[in-house]
DNA sequence: ATTAAATTTTAGACAAATCTAAAAATAAAA
DNA sequence: TTTTATTTTTAGATTTGTCTAAAATTTAAT
């Protein structure tokens, strides 16, 4: 069995940052992976260096970076770490979903890949995190499904919640502030061309309008509803 | 509300080990401090330092040190978390005794209050880690030992031999051939009701069994061991 | 009381991760 | 195509924690 690979918390952070801004564009430059860490840019630099001599990234001077397969690897391993412990703490320690994200942000650094695997188990094998985000296997497979973002929803179609694309602790805020959360049924009442904002009726609710900046950040999948655990 | 105050792994590793050291004798000295924390005699001058500019070590050069009031408090919460996940490991994703030690160590050094009051509650408050020790309440008290005899010791607690009653060299040779003496951890396997004799198991030991007579002689602490193991 | 041994501290070095300021390369505008 | 702006990298410092080797101090032995 291969024993645990260990990198610095410093260098996880900088995987999974990789691995999720290479998502969205195919290619991650400096910059922006410096935005993305709260950090500079010749420090983002410097750690490249080091990933690429540890073999964990493609990267040539000036001309942006990914991660090869053995970064996207350790990527996942630490985006399965987070997401397992996220989903701990808020159903077995009763945190609320918007405060899990920063003690997961340390916890996600223990090495322990039985301690993970048996946390795995404990949790009952969940496939997603308390925002909706599927979890990596225990060989680092990820489950893709199909979400698009609230304002792609058709007006009038009832959607039900799979994912928040950016969790900041602000954002998450305002949609707890609004009674919109994983698995919430919702549906489009409104479109205002004018800023592109939505007014969105959840049921038993009265509507809230939405900015066109959240709704991006609302994931719904209008045909399979997810099976909201609890 | 204080804040978490955060001090580096490294700096909450000292403090415990510094706790746990002048718990024997009443002050630490360098080479001992080294020793139990695997490093250099130089590396701990070094932080010494450190830890009497924040305040939480009484120290001048060449006469030991031992923590103030400070530092005591800091090492107990790192004492109560390292504790507390342990007994998580443990009862909760059925860890061995013996394999949490590691894990607990990375463990302890996660930083939020509030993570490990909801753990503790979770685990429902428990007073002992796997290993008898007791574990800090969230104010970073100790409970006070109590001391009973081996055959007052209910069947699967670890507890550590505090103390003989009966000091016969009979009675001690017979300890001594059971490999039993002052800080060893033992648990009771299973009571014989027809004589009241005891199986006992010393860890990395084939059980013994003990006459109720020698039980009765035997003294342990289930809370508060002599010498406390992390 | 000297001498010898052990302990502890200092001096100086190194690795990791970060930073600022300046230089180099690339991209965008004129 | 020059010029200008933006992005990225380098050069050089800084902080934290560690180390080795040597010096200072204390303790133990003769
Ligand atoms: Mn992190
Ligand atoms: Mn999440
Ligand atoms: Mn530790
Ligand atoms: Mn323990």
New interface residues.
């Given amino acids: 069995m291969a024993p645990n690979v260990r990198y610095s918390a410093s260098k996880e952070n900088h995987l999974k940052a990789i691995f999720h801004l290479q998502q969205e564009h195919g290619i991650v430059t400096t910059n922006a992976l410096a935005a993305a860490l709260q950090t500079r840019p010749a420090s983002v630099t410097d750690m490249l260096k080091k990933l690429k001599d540890q073999k964990l990234l493609i990267y040539e001077r000036y001309k942006g970076f990914k991660l090869n397969n053995e970064g996207r690897k350790a990527a996942l391993q630490v985006i399965r770490k987070h997401r397992l412990w996220e989903y701990f703490?808020v159903k077995?320690?009763?945190?609320g979903w918007d405060e899990v994200h920063?003690?997961a942000e340390?916890?996600e650094h223990?090495?322990?890949k039985k301690?993970i695997d048996?946390?795995d188990a404990?949790l009952g094998f969940p496939e997603a995190d308390p925002h909706g985000d599927p979890i990596p296997d225990s060989q680092g497979r990820l489950q893709t499904r199909r979400q698009i973002n609230l304002a792609q929803l058709p007006l009038g179609k009832v959607a039900q919640v799979s994912g928040i694309a950016s969790q900041t602790s602000e954002m998450l805020e305002l949609l707890q502030y609004n009674h919109i959360r994983l698995g919430t049924r919702l549906e489009i009442k409104k479109k205002f061309p004018f800023d592109e904002s939505l007014e969105v009726k959840v049921r038993n609710r009265p509507p809230v309008t939405l900015s066109a900046r959240v709704a991006k950040n609302v994931l719904v999948n209008d045909d399979e509803p997810i099976t909201e655990r609890r």
Same sequence: chains 1, 2.
């Fill in positions: 703490l077995k320690l009763q945190f920063e003690i340390e916890l223990i090495a322990s301690l048996r946390l404990f």
